[in-house]
């Protein structure tokens, strides 16, 4: 199997989060190797997604470099990363990738647009050799050995509307689409006033997250998946683990994960050489095919 990167270039404008001001996106192919590179072209700066230019885990996930960053990557990540994109550049002429309807499903669509085109060189992975585990008041996300790549997440909230909720998802493109994609970002209202406070928040509306008061959900046209909050927090997790630069092929487990959590799991993992090995997915890897064939056929 190949790298890949998109066939053409693709460009958007939308809202970001927390500033609330217009933001211009492009998408633009890379040449093999180069990775995920995000471009501020207000400032004339290049931020390569690595974790050692990861900055805030607060409200998001945010990467900077030289003065210049970029928050609320997260979406964007998760739907490169479930069509199998190694290489992109992102360029954005203000600090936050738009927010869309709080889900990563218009990326997709996006991606859809742009189509995919494979590379000359190997496509390479992270295979999990090992459990790793970042723990924190009871909260924890652990990576373990799995031939497959799947997701299984749990949260728990003193709130009738959300309470305790699970899903395990075994990756594919096209299950990513139905599954995990339409999910939206979510948030109580108290704490969206207290963003506003602070100057945040400026982008939130019932358009682009589910809000909460103390007695139900607010939005008039309600959920998308009865259990939409913790699919949301798979979709963060899977951007979040795109900062180790390559799919992984294991099980990402999680009780209550955070963006914090998951920029420390990636560190930990990668300080920890027993626990992963990089390898090349050829066309006889069973994992691979699993995991990335459906791309193909839904894409030209």
């Known amino acids: 199997m190949k790298q890949r990167t998109i066939s053409k270039s693709v460009e958007l404008v939308g809202i970001g989060l927390h500033k609330g001001v217009p933001v211009k996106m492009i998408l633009e192919p890379l040449p093999s190797d180069s990775g995920i590179v995000f471009y501020r072209s207000d400032k004339a700066i290049s931020i390569p997604l690595k974790i050692e230019n990861v900055i805030d885990t607060t409200m998001a996930t945010v990467i900077g470099k030289n003065g210049a960053k970029v928050s609320t990557i997260e ?10 994109i190694d290489n992109i550049r992102i360029i954005l002429d203000n600090e936050e990738v738009p927010i869309m309807d709080g889900s990563s499903i218009g990326f997709c669509m996006l991606l859809e647009e742009a189509g995919i085109q494979e590379l000359d060189k190997p496509k390479k992975a992270i295979s999990i050799n090992d459990i790793i585990e970042v723990e924190e008041n009871g909260k924890f996300v652990r990576l373990e050995p799995n ?46 006033n207290q963003l506003r406070a602070m100057g945040l928040g400026l982008g939130g509306s019932f358009d682009n997250c589910i809000v909460l008061d103390e007695k139900g959900i607010l939005n008039s046209d309600g959920l998308r998946y009865k259990d939409e909050f913790v699919r949301h ?9 795109s900062l180790l630069g390559m799919p992984i092929i294991g099980g990402y487990i999680s009780f209550a994960g955070s963006h914090k959590l998951n920029h420390f799991l990636t560190k930990k993992l990668l300080d920890s050489s027993y626990a992963y090995s990089i390898v090349e ?9 699993k995991v990335f064939a459906q791309t193909k056929a839904k894409i030209k």
């Open 75 to 84: 979406h964007l990540l998760s739907s490169i990363n479930a069509y199998g």
């Open 147 to 192: 031939d497959k790549i799947t997701f299984d997440f749990t949260i728990k909230f003193p709130h009738q509307a959300i309470r305790e909720q699970s899903y395990k998802f075994e990756f594919t493109t096209q299950g990513y689409k139905e599954e995990i994609a339409k999910a939206r970002t979510f948030g109580f209202i108290q704490e969206v």
């Open 233 to 241: 927090k798979i979709l963060d997790a899977i951007g979040d683990m």
């Open 281 to 289: 997915l050829g066309d006889k890897v069973k994992a691979t095919q």
